[in-house]
């Protein structure tokens, strides 16, 4: 076992937590990701004991930030961040150059410009209702019998999306009971659940320049990138690790204050 100084980054999320250990260069060391329940503090410390012991690390981190939703309840944190820094902070140590992020999360999507030196320059966050997040997308999958897991096979699956009128996620839960009897094929209905996501994303930004998307909508529908890549006639940037990176951009802000 060896014992070097590492730093922690935890983002409790409404849907999931997400840890990442980074070593004293800023590399990353390890990440844990575990649904966040209600009991969200027990969750930070189950996400922080298995990252320790898949990275093979003793002793605590010399410091923890804790963002998103839940981000009050780590008791192993000495600090807390919002979510637009740390996603902010994540992304740029990927990309390292002027971008607009769009993260797709289970409760909200947030929409953030950075500068080429990683200074935000502005911000969005869709927080007042499920269109176009992953909680809609999870509806969908419900009214379907299908798991989240399925969708984005079956939305690549076909090129022919059925437009649905309504992104409201009450209505459209609605109007696909009635393509359901109407005996629609169900990867048509999954692909217009999945450009309805993306309509609602252009709707809040234009989204300039690079684009990078992140959020745990992305790391697991990859078709939803390509979806708005073509929208948007352009590449769309996909970090490593999509669903983490306010979990990293966390964890490097740990170490800069501990360093400072
Ligand atoms: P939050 O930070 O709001 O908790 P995340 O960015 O972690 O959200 O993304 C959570 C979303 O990721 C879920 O709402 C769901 O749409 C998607 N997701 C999570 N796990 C899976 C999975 N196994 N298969 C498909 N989608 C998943």
Redesign the pocket.
């Known amino acids: 076992m060896s014992n070097p100084e590492y730093y922690c980054g935890v983002?409790i999320?409404?849907?999931?937590t997400?840890l990442v250990l980074v070593g004293d260069q800023g590399q990353v060391l390890a990440r844990a990701l575990r649904h966040?329940g209600f009991d969200y503090k027990n969750t930070a410390r189950q996400c922080l004991a298995e990252a320790q012991a898949s990275a093979k690390l003793k002793g605590r981190p010399k410091r923890t930030v804790a963002t998103?939703?839940g981000r009050s309840n780590v008791d192993f944190a000495a600090d807390t961040r919002t979510e637009i820094h740390c996603h902010g902070a994540g992304c740029f140590h990927d990309i390292g150059r002027e971008i607009s992020i769009i993260?797709?999360?289970?409760?909200?999507n947030k929409v953030i410009h950075l500068d080429d030196e990683g200074k935000r320059i502005e911000f969005k966050m869709n927080r007042k209702c499920a269109a176009g997040?992953?909680?809609f997308?999870?509806e969908m999958a419900l009214r379907l019998n299908l798991?989240?897991?399925q969708?984005?096979g079956l939305a690549g699956s076909t090129a022919e999306p059925v437009r649905l009128g309504s992104f409201c996620t009450v209505f459209a839960k609605t109007e696909i009971l009635s393509h359901l009897r109407e005996g629609t094929p169900v990867e048509g209905i999954v692909r217009g659940a999945f450009v309805s996501v993306v309509e609602r994303i252009i709707e809040m930004d234009p989204l300039e320049g690079l684009v990078v998307a992140t959020?745990?909508?992305v790391?697991?529908?990859p078709v939803i990138v390509e979806i708005l890549a073509a929208r948007l006639g352009r590449e769309v940037v996909v970090p490593m690790a999509p669903?983490f990176t306010?979990a990293l951009g966390a964890a490097l802000t740990a170490r800069k204050l501990a360093t400072a």
């Open positions: 983002d999320g409404a849907s999931a997400k966040s998103g939703y993260d797709i999360g289970g409760q909200d997040t992953g909680a997308i999870e798991e989240v897991s969708l984005d959020g745990g909508v790391a697991y529908n669903q306010g």
